[in-house]
């Protein structure tokens, strides 16, 4: 267990279909991310809250939405996705100024049919 | 453009001997550089980090070198063990900038025993 708690582990759903990737810390982290990783490409940053404000969207397709209620929380809503978002989608915290980077979760493998 | 680049992405090592894991970045206004570890099925966590003000920090079995005129960082692990294969994960950061980090595209680490 490393602090940052995801769900689901394993995700697959079609493409006209709506889903939600959970992501939780009590680390008492102010920031979160979410990041992508597919195969033989690096981590690709897709949003950042800060003091849950979002302060960076890298060019997100928009059927990608998240949401971050509080500082222990963020989600990520999926909507008519394509078979090449399927990848594994880490989500991260930290508090910033740390000189420890991130704490990222297990992940979600999500495979879309 | 890739900012950080890992070009070795695997690299097997005899147990005992030394594993030199390299990464190169193109960004000058990256200041502080980390190691990230990823077993399989598990989210990356934090190895060991060095800011450019230094040129190598250690932490027990793992030093990581700095080359700023080079922009070139080096993870050294001596003496390499089997618990010791995974992905490993340069990433870097510029801290008068945005939250977040760049990431690598990871080189899998094997330790033969």
């Known amino acids: 267990e490393t602090g940052v708690t995801q769900t689901p582990r394993h995700l697959v759903m079609g493409m006209t279909n709506k889903k939600s990737l959970k992501c939780e810390q009590h680390l008492g982290h102010n920031a979160m991310y979410w990041y992508k990783q597919s195969a033989k490409k690096p981590l690709e940053l897709m949003f950042v809250?800060?003091?849950?404000?979002?302060?960076e969207n890298n060019s997100v397709p928009s059927r990608f939405s998240p949401e971050c209620p509080n500082s222990s929380h963020l989600f990520l809503h999926l909507h008519t996705l394509q078979p090449e978002d399927s990848a594994l989608y880490l989500c991260?915290?930290?508090?910033?100024?740390?000189?420890?980077?991130?704490?990222f979760g297990s992940g979600t493998r999500l495979t879309v049919v | 453009d890739q900012q950080v680049k890992q070009n070795s992405p695997s690299l097997s090592v005899q147990e005992g001997r030394i594993s030199i894991l390299n990464c190169d970045y193109t960004n000058s206004m990256f200041d502080y550089f980390l190691w990230y570890k990823k077993y399989p099925a598990e989210g990356p966590t934090f190895l060991i980090s060095i800011s450019s003000i230094k040129d190598k920090n250690e932490d027990g079995r793992f030093t990581v070198f700095l080359n700023k005129s080079a922009k070139h960082l080096s993870l050294h692990i001596v003496p390499s063990q089997p618990g010791d294969s995974a992905v490993y994960f340069c990433?870097?950061?510029?801290?008068?900038?945005?939250?977040?980090?760049?990431f690598g595209t990871g080189t899998r680490l094997k330790v033969l025993a």
């Open positions: 991260a915290s930290s508090l910033t100024g740390s000189d420890y980077g991130y704490t």
């Open positions: 990433a870097a950061y510029g801290t008068s900038g945005t939250y977040k980090y760049i």
């Open positions: 809250y800060s003091l849950e404000e979002r302060v």
